[in-house]
């Protein structure tokens, strides 16, 4: 999809799906439901939103080995999550690494964002299969939710495991390889490098990668606990196995959507399709996503004007490169 006017077409179109979505719910009801969010409701999504922002945004530092200022590394993630929305392809990790350049070399900063997502979707993974664990066997009444959040993280975690052997046989350089064009050449001796340190990482620094996911983890909870949270507030009590299968499948979503030229409005529409999927009421779905995305907005806006005041995207002087190979 890369003729411009395509990509505008469908991005339109998912808009005016939403458009059409929320008048099916009825803008009366939409109104009602974050009325009953409230201020203080906002607020504190806003606060556990912050906090997971500010853990993402650790794992990043320690990803680029402690190389760049804290801000400076909550702003060039939250920068990222921006252009995520808006671009197609999670184009967001490519200006991460272009923005995370001004205070590493160009490999070591790509290296340090490979890092930072492999570690992503290991936090991720994890922390979902631990909770449907704990769901299936402290929560009888609710197994049949547990067991079917317990199978996506297995799936979700065996995506991580292949992504790793990709890594490590640097599949993606030698899949350019092919291509046989001058202009690539650059590129793919740049991606081969930042596989092989990638990888390096994981297997000759475990201590800090096991930091990276811990704090990802923990990031992990706090968007669970935003969901949870956005759920009790629009007056849906549901039990914890079945809000951790909504949260593990809507974040399975997201590698779908990920194809697509803009997040708004598919994001709505494919959760809109989970509750329908799931037996619950399908105009929450998507009244649960408006208010995530409400939250998410104000958390990227916060940091990035933040940023900017504070000149977190100015770049230093540049560190040595960082030494994958050495052991911790």
């Given at each position: ?18 458009f ?6 009825g803008?009366d009801e ?27 945004g ?33 184009a ?8 995370l350049a001004?205070h ?8 340090a964002v ?7 979707r ?20 609710d ?46 001796d ?28 923990c ?22 196995p079945?809000?951790l ?6 974040e399975l ?14 994001t ?21 996503q ?11 806006s ?8 504070t000149?977190g ?10 030494d ?5």
């Amino acid at each position: 999809m890369n003729k411009p006017w395509l990509k505008g077409s469908v991005s339109l179109a998912a808009l005016a799906g939403l458009f059409w979505l929320l008048s099916r719910i009825g803008w009366d009801e939409v109104g009602l439901r974050l009325g009953q969010v409230g201020v203080a409701g906002f607020a504190l999504l806003c606060l556990t939103g912050l906090a997971e922002a500010a853990l993402d945004g650790a794992a990043l530092r320690k990803a680029a080995s402690g190389c760049l200022p804290f801000l400076a590394a909550l702003f060039i993630n939250q920068a990222g999550a921006a252009v995520n929305i808006l671009v197609p392809g999670e184009a967001g990790e490519v200006f991460k690494a272009s923005l995370l350049a001004r205070h590493l070399p160009s490999r070591e900063a790509t290296s340090a964002v490979v890092v930072w997502n492999m570690a992503f979707r290991l936090s991720k993974s994890l922390v979902i299969l631990l909770a449907s664990c704990a769901a299936f066997a402290f929560l009888p009444a609710d197994r049949y939710a547990a067991a079917w959040a317990l199978g996506l993280a297995a799936f979700n975690l065996s995506l991580y495991f292949a992504l790793n052997a990709v890594l490590k046989r640097r599949w993606i350089g030698r899949a350019l390889s092919v291509l046989k064009r001058p202009y690539v050449a650059r590129l793919i001796d740049h991606i081969r490098d930042a596989e092989g340190k990638a990888a390096a990482f994981s297997g000759r620094r475990p201590g800090d990668y096991a930091s990276i996911a811990a704090f990802q983890a923990c990031a992990r909870v706090a968007g669970f606990a935003t969901l949870w949270l956005a759920l009790r507030f629009l007056g849906y009590g549901y039990a914890f196995p079945l809000c951790l299968l909504i949260y593990t499948l809507t974040e399975l979503a997201t590698y779908a959507v990920a194809l697509l030229p803009t997040k708004i409005g598919t994001t709505e529409g494919s959760t809109y399709l989970i509750f329908e999927f799931l037996g619950l009421q399908g105009p929450l779905g998507a009244i649960l996503q408006i208010v995530l995305r409400i939250k998410q907005l104000a958390i990227v806006s916060l940091f990035l004007i933040a940023g900017i005041l504070t000149r977190g995207t100015r770049g230093e002087t540049r560190v040595a490169p960082v030494d994958y190979n050495a052991t911790t």
